[in-house]
């Protein structure tokens, strides 16, 4: 009857006293600032003409004091997830609201610090950090370092890997897509990059694809930060453990490094590609960019470090990865790891100072400027993998 009773109040109280009311907050006041967020959020949600509501609550005063609830330390949970939740409204209508939230000192900060702690047992708690994730992913499309200096990445990383079970696939998407766009913000020097990496490399062999497709592109981002800056990716690989997943990745799920291993004995005993049917009999269920990214990475990594060179080489399952891509059916990732063997033997056979001297995005240049003499010498080799006469 209470709550009627407030109700019935509330779609009669003018913009004016609704940020008031919004501002409030102490002791009894909580219950006023909860129906106020409550009749803002279903202005913004019901509105016909939304131009009409942006001006009778218009973003440069109601955001802000939005923002500020998150400030309050004492404001519960369920207030914070409507106070999210209003703040998405506005996002979705315009994104040039953003704005308005990075100027409120410490906004950011907040939002990313109530999803860190958040406990996703409780219900509410729930709701509030997977709001949080959706408000972060808008706030990312204007303003993607604001949210990466206020520790997003952390905190998106550890939901996915460590409470990604308790959220809806819609949270973990959204959170991946956030965490893709502030990997490319990370420096090669940052103090977070080996846990950033290993967060990654679990997620690399994460059950659903499109997660683990970000995690692929996030390392590719990172990756060309090192080239470009002539450093040694080696520390962010082994902390991820980067060679064994991407190798991995390239193998059949069944086939372990122990079988590879046997397979290649058997190559080696019958000298013949062709005779040897146990790894290549069975696909990759995988779509062929995310083969193709696998490995552009690993040439890139090769490219960077003899140290990942050496790892790469020595790795039991490279031959097994690199004869299951070969002998499929995708043209384009023939083509990559034929360029990518091209690689392998130029490091080996002539060492790192026959590579170009620019190391920035060098297999993107060498696709485009060599790519139509490349294919033409290897096309042969094409057409006898997959006649098996070699």
């Known amino acids: 009857m209470f709550k009627e009773y407030r109700t019935s109040v509330m779609e009669g109280v003018d913009p004016d006293t609704l940020l008031e009311w919004l501002q409030t907050g102490v002791g009894d006041e909580r219950d006023i600032q909860l129906m106020a967020l409550e009749q803002l959020c279903m202005l913004l949600l019901m509105s016909d003409n939304i131009d009409q509501c942006f001006e009778s609550c218009p973003p440069r005063t109601f955001l802000p004091a939005l923002c500020k609830i998150f400030l309050d330390e004492t404001a519960t949970e369920n207030v914070l997830e409507v106070t999210a939740r209003a703040i998405t409204y506005y996002l ?18 907040a939002i990313c610090n109530r999803l860190a702690v958040a406990e996703m047992s409780d219900r ?60 490319s913000k990370m420096e090669p020097s940052d103090s977070t990059m080996p846990e950033c990496s290993a967060s990654l490399g679990a997620l ?8 683990s497709e970000c995690a692929l592109r996030c390392f590719a981002a990172l990756t060309d930060r090192f080239i470009r800056k002539f450093m040694d990716p080696v520390e962010m690989v082994q902390h991820g453990n980067l060679v064994e997943h991407l190798l991995n990745s390239l193998v059949p799920a069944h086939l372990t490094s122990v079988a590879c291993t046997a397979s290649l004995s058997h190559m080696r005993n019958t000298n013949s590609v062709g005779s ?3 790894v290549a009999s069975f696909g990759l269920n995988r779509p062929a960019s995310f083969i193709s990214v696998v490995i552009s990475l690993l040439s890139n990594l090769c490219r960077g470090s003899s140290i990942v060179t050496e790892q790469v080489v020595s790795s039991p399952v490279l031959l097994c990865a690199l004869k299951t891509v070969l002998m499929g059916k995708d043209e384009r990732c023939i083509m990559d790891a034929l360029r990518f063997c ?11 100072s026959a590579l170009p001297k620019s190391m920035g995005s060098t297999i993107a240049n060498r696709a485009e400027t060599g790519s139509n003499s490349f294919d033409r010498s290897h096309r042969h080799l094409i057409d006898a993998i997959r006649q098996r006469d070699t």
């Open 342 to 352: 091209d690689l392998l033997m130029i490091l080996l056979c002539e060492g790192r």
């Open 124 to 183: 509410t708690s729930k709701d509030l950090a997977e709001q949080c994730v959706k408000l972060l992913e808008h706030v990312c499309q204007k303003e993607t370092s604001a949210v990466y200096d206020a520790g997003g990445l952390q905190c998106m990383l550890t939901l996915v890997h460590q409470h990604g079970q308790y959220v809806h696939k819609d949270t973990i998407h959204s959170a991946m897509s956030v965490i893709t766009k502030l990997c």
């Open 276 to 278: 040897s049917d146990s």
């Open 204 to 211: 690399l062999e994460h059950d659903d694809p499109k997660v």
């Open 92 to 109: 979705d209508v315009s994104n040039e609201c953003t704005r308005r939230i990075t100027q409120v000192d410490g906004a950011v900060k």
